[in-house]
């Protein structure tokens, strides 16, 4: 049997014995996942936003963020996709998803710290851990 089961403590829920594998819980796990053409989710390359401090990625649809102004259109990306950032060892650290896109920038949606189409230029730009971001394009399901 799959799944949580929760405690109550007071008004709090905790919840423990998860029975799950680490891609579910490991965002580095995630992105090896969903990025891996052979589970059927994502189409094509990978899309790398790299900054200064990190680099480009052979077999990656590289973009420097700053050429993100230039213009998104040749990079296949639409909400929904699925954002990793990453550290500057190349691992992610961070899972978001697309919530917008247009001719000119791409925008993210994440709960960490709560965000809705926060720039993911911005995100890059204001330095801290995260170093780029690899963005895993997610087969359409027709509606499904």
Not at 70 to 83: A, H, M, N, S
């Amino acid at each position: 049997m799959g799944g949580w089961s929760e405690t109550g403590k007071g008004d709090a829920k905790y919840f423990k014995e998860w029975d799950t594998t680490t891609t579910w819980i490991r965002v580095s796990d995630q992105y090896e996942y969903f990025s891996d053409l052979s589970n059927g989710y994502a189409v094509g390359e990978v899309v790398n936003v790299y900054t200064n401090s990190s680099q480009k990625n052979a077999g990656m649809k590289n973009v420097a963020v700053n050429d993100l102004s230039k213009g998104t259109e040749g990079l296949g990306v639409q909400p929904g996709d699925l954002v990793f950032f990453y550290n500057d060892e190349g691992k992610a650290h961070h899972a978001a998803v697309v919530s917008g896109v247009t001719d000119d920038k791409i925008n993210y949606a994440a709960n960490t710290t709560r965000r809705f189409d926060q720039s993911l230029k911005a995100a890059l730009d204001a330095g801290g851990e995260s170093k780029g971001a690899y963005i895993v394009r997610l087969k359409s399901r027709g509606g499904v």
